[in-house]
C-alpha cells in the first residue's frame, strides 16, 4: 500500500455541535499506518480566544490529538477563527505550529500550504483587519487582557463576521485568481492546497498547476488524501450516533 499524506481544515469545532467533534474523533482513530502527516489547514475551532481558557472539549481534542502524533506528525496553521492558539495548545496536542504559508515537497510536487483567507484580497474590510490582528503588539495587548474581556471581544467579532458575510457577494468571499497567480509563482509551487472558502474542489491551472480547497466538517467530514500517485477529496458523513 502507498504512503499517503492527510489534510483537513474549517472544522469550526464547538460544545454546540457534538456531531462534527464525534466525527473527527472518529477520524482520529482510524488506522494511519501508512499515513505520513496530517496537516490542518485552519479554523480547527470556530473561536480560539487563548491557550488559557480552552474549552473542556478542547483539552479532551488535545488528548486524542497527542495519542494521533504518536504515530503520525500533525501540523498546524492558523485560520482565521482560531489565529490565536498558541504554542501551549499546541505542545499539549503534539501539533506542530507552521508559518501562515508553508512550502514543502509532496511526492515529488513543490506544494505551498495556507489557510486561505489572504488569498481573498477583494474583501479589501477583512484584508485590513488581518493585517491589525497579525500586528504583535495587538496580539501581546489582547493576551494581557481579563479573560472575560477577552471572550467578549471574540463574541463580538464573530457576530459582526456572521453579519458583514451575509451582504457579501461570491467573489468577494472567494479567492482571487490573481492573489493564487502571485503565490504559485513567488513559491515556485506547483500544488496550492488551502481551505477557508468551504468550496471543496480541485482547480486545474496554468502551466499544470492546481488549486485544490479541502471542504468544511458542517454537514459532513471533507479529507484530502495525497499520495504519490493519486489526489482525491473524500466525504465522510455523520453517522446517526454522531448526531
Known amino acids: 500500500m502507498l504512503n499517503y499524506t492527510l489534510f483537513v481544515g474549517d472544522l469550526h469545532l464547538s460544545a454546540d455541535r457534538p456531531d462534527i467533534l464525534s466525527a473527527f474523533h472518529q477520524f482520529l482513530s482510524q488506522d494511519v499506518t501508512h499515513c505520513d502527516a496530517l496537516y490542518i489547514l485552519g479554523d480547527l475551532f470556530e473561536v480560539w480566544v487563548g491557550d488559557d481558557i480552552a474549552e473542556p472539549f478542547a483539552l479532551e481534542l488535545a488528548e486524542r490529538l497527542k495519542q494521533f502524533s504518536v504515530h503520525t506528525p500533525i501540523y498546524f496553521i492558523h485560520g482565521n477563527r482560531d489565529f490565536l492558539l498558541g504554542k501551549a495548545y499546541a505542545e499539549r496536542s503534539g501539533m506542530t505550529l507552521l508559518p501562515e504559508v508553508y512550502c514543502l515537497d509532496l511526492y515529488g510536487q513543490p506544494s505551498v500550504l495556507l489557510h486561505g483567507d489572504s488569498l481573498c484580497t477583494l474583501d479589501k474590510a477583512y484584508q485590513r483587519f488581518r493585517r491589525f490582528r497579525n500586528m504583535s503588539w495587538a496580539k501581546f495587548i489582547y493576551n494581557h487582557l481579563p479573560k472575560s474581556k477577552r471572550i467578549a471581544i471574540a463574541d463580538k467579532l464573530r457576530s459582526k463576521s456572521k453579519q458583514s458575510n451575509q451582504l457579501k457577494s461570491y467573489s468577494i468571499m472567494d ?20 481551505g477557508h472558502t468551504h468550496r471543496p474542489d480541485i482547480h486545474q491551472l496554468a502551466n499544470n498547476g492546481q488549486r485544490i480547497v479541502v471542504g468544511d466538517w458542517y454537514e459532513q467530514g471533507s ?14 458523513p455523520f453517522s446517526e450516533t454522531d448526531a
Open 223 to 236: 479529507v484530502l488524501k495525497v499520495s504519490p500517485e493519486q489526489v482525491s477529496l473524500q466525504s465522510l
Open 175 to 194: 479567492v482571487e485568481p490573481c492573489a493564487v497567480a502571485q503565490l504559485m509563482a513567488q513559491t515556485g509551487a506547483k500544488r496550492m492546497i488551502h
